[in-house]
């Protein structure tokens, strides 16, 4: 348990964020399968991503690695084994690229991943022509020289599976068209950030409404400046908010595909001063009491656990939707929410795809985070707030950031 620090003041703190998880594990991958050596800046280290970098390197490729700077140096691909652990960037991203390598690569990760949905990327790549053994971890696949072509999926899951395939199709023989036909795929933002970094490596990618298809060619090695990760400066900047305080984020890119972009207007909406000026972001929050808000969160769902935790302290009703697929993630981040928020004495009501939030007067207690970094984040933001809040695991949040209870303190008491 870790005993959550409760604000007694304003905060006013400088918060520096490391690296994007998403824009890292992208730029791996794209710098295995390169023509030549990549270079990494501002990597983020944390579980996920190195677990990325466990899984290249078991493939194959050679990784130089001092601190957030990552020489990659492409290799010939081999079979071999490949630990997930809870990262849905692995687990999807991964083996498309599996199926390019010579031999056999068995997959496996953590007891909670083993019931994350897995057919839509592995039925894929059977549609392709690839040997695979298995419907969810642990899986197998059997590699070799995947001709590629055009091939449909219902993304309606993930856009991870959308990107996993891009992201290795220009090394496909034919290339790779990708069709989703299902209802609506969430979190496309992340969709247009591979395009971009496909595009950026030299790859050629045509898209179209609701197809994306990628030329076959090489995949160039280039230098990968990666920004923060703007959704883990999310529970920070939420701080601010909730305390009347001022945080600054440095480095805030003007120009992003992050879906974490998206939550400077969302602060806006519930009454925050937000300015962007010379790279540094800097909320400010309200005298008065934040306003409940109406969102379809559909294409930024990661933002979900933050934002529901800002509306159990607002004034005003909230209802989040868009986001059914959030039961699909590291847990079923609906279900945790809504329990979390009702066992403080708050109202939490699940919707078929959301949430809706009622604010009640908070109580302490525990906290349990589900082994997911962004329940335990929320339950961070709640307990400046609500005294005597005991997070359970907060470890957890090492998946993506490591050091949060640190710099979560250093704020707090700061």
Same mark, same amino acid.
Request: aromatic residues 4%.
């Given at each position: 348990?870790?005993?959550?620090?409760?604000?007694?003041?304003?905060?006013?703190?400088?918060?520096?964020?490391?690296?994007?998880? %998403?824009?890292?594990?992208?730029? /791996?991958?794209?710098?295995?399968?390169?023509?030549?050596?990549?270079?990494?800046?501002?990597?983020?280290?944390?579980?996920?991503?190195?677990?990325?970098?466990?899984?290249?390197?078991?493939?194959?490729?050679? &990784?130089?690695?001092?601190?957030?700077?990552?020489?990659?140096?492409?290799?010939? &691909?081999?079979?071999?084994?490949?630990?997930?652990?809870?990262?849905?960037?692995?687990?999807?991203?991964?083996?498309?690229?599996?199926? &390019?390598?010579?031999?056999?690569?068995?997959?496996?990760?953590?007891?909670?991943?083993?019931?994350?949905?897995?057919?839509?990327?592995?039925?894929?790549?059977?549609?392709?022509?690839?040997?695979?053994?298995?419907? =969810?971890?642990?899986?197998?696949?059997?590699?070799?020289?995947?001709?590629?072509?055009?091939?449909?999926?219902?993304?309606?899951?993930?856009?991870?599976?959308?990107?996993? /395939?891009?992201?290795?199709?220009?090394?496909?023989?034919?290339?790779?068209?990708?069709?989703?036909?299902? =209802?609506?795929?969430? %979190?496309?933002?992340?969709?247009?950030?591979?395009?971009?970094?496909?595009?950026?490596?030299?790859?050629?990618? =045509?898209?179209?409404?609701?197809?994306?298809?990628?030329? *076959?060619?090489?995949?160039?090695?280039?230098?990968?400046?990666?920004?923060?990760?703007?959704?883990?400066?999310?529970?920070?900047?939420?701080?601010?908010?909730?305390?009347?305080?001022?945080?600054?984020?440095?480095?805030? *890119?003007?120009?992003?595909?992050?879906?974490?972009?998206?939550?400077?207007?969302?602060?806006?909406?519930?009454?925050?001063?937000?300015? /962007? %000026?010379?790279?540094?972001? +800097?909320?400010?929050?309200?005298?008065?009491?934040?306003?409940?808000?109406?969102?379809?969160?559909?294409?930024?769902?990661?933002?979900?656990?933050?934002?529901?935790?800002?509306?159990?302290?607002?004034?005003?009703?909230?209802?989040?939707?868009?986001?059914?697929?959030?039961?699909?993630?590291?847990?079923? =981040?609906?279900?945790? !929410?809504?329990?979390?928020?009702?066992?403080?004495?708050? %109202?939490?009501?699940?919707?078929?795809?959301? /949430?809706?939030?009622?604010?009640?007067? !908070?109580?302490?207690?525990?906290?349990?985070?589900?082994?997911?970094?962004?329940?335990? +984040?929320?339950?961070?933001?709640?307990?400046?707030?609500?005294?005597?809040?005991?997070?359970?695991?907060?470890?957890?949040?090492?998946?993506?950031? *490591?050091?949060?209870?640190?710099?979560?303190?250093?704020?707090?008491?700061?």
């Amino acid at each position: 348990m870790w005993a959550a620090p409760t604000a007694s003041h304003p905060i006013v703190w400088t918060q520096r964020i490391p690296g994007s998880k %998403s824009m890292t594990n992208r730029a /791996l991958i794209l710098a295995a399968l390169a023509d030549g050596p990549s270079t990494l800046l501002g990597a983020l280290r944390s579980r996920d991503t190195d677990l990325m970098m466990s899984a290249l390197q078991n493939l194959g490729a050679e &990784l130089d690695i001092d601190g957030s700077t990552i020489h990659v140096h492409p290799r010939p &691909l081999h079979g071999g084994d490949v630990d997930c652990g809870l990262a849905g960037t692995v687990m999807r991203f991964v083996p498309p690229v599996a199926a &390019l390598a010579k031999g056999n690569t068995h997959f496996d990760g953590d007891a909670q991943a083993r019931v994350r949905p897995m057919d839509t990327i592995l039925n894929a790549l059977r549609d392709l022509g690839v040997t695979v053994i298995g419907e =969810r971890l642990p899986f197998s696949i059997s590699g070799g020289q995947p001709a590629g072509g055009v091939v449909t999926i219902d993304a309606s899951a993930s856009s991870q599976f959308v990107s996993g /395939l891009l992201l290795a199709g220009a090394r496909y023989t034919d290339g790779l068209c990708v069709r989703h036909e299902g =209802r609506r795929i969430p %979190s496309t933002p992340h969709i247009d950030m591979t395009v971009e970094m496909l595009r950026a490596a030299g790859v050629t990618v =045509r898209t179209g409404d609701a197809e994306w298809s990628v030329s *076959p060619g090489p995949i160039h090695g280039r230098t990968w400046q990666i920004e923060p990760d703007l959704s883990n400066a999310t529970p920070f900047l939420a701080a601010a908010a909730v305390t009347g305080g001022t945080v600054r984020i440095p480095d805030w *890119p003007s120009r992003t595909t992050q879906p974490g972009d998206a939550f400077r207007g969302i602060l806006e909406q519930m009454g925050c001063s937000v300015t /962007l %000026s010379n790279g540094t972001l +800097t909320v400010t929050g309200p005298d008065n009491p934040l306003q409940g808000v109406t969102l379809d969160l559909g294409d930024i769902g990661e933002l979900t656990p933050t934002i529901a935790a800002l509306a159990a302290l607002a004034e005003g009703d909230s209802r989040l939707t868009g986001i059914a697929h959030l039961r699909g993630h590291e847990t079923d =981040r609906l279900a945790a !929410l809504a329990r979390e928020i009702n066992n403080l004495g708050g %109202s939490c009501i699940e919707l078929p795809d959301g /949430l809706h939030i009622s604010p009640r007067p !908070l109580r302490g207690g525990i906290w349990c985070s589900y082994a997911d970094h962004r329940i335990a +984040t929320a339950g961070a933001i709640l307990g400046l707030r609500v005294p005597g809040m005991q997070i359970e695991n907060v470890e957890t949040t090492d998946k993506t950031l *490591p050091g949060f209870a640190q710099m979560w303190g250093d704020m707090a008491n700061g």
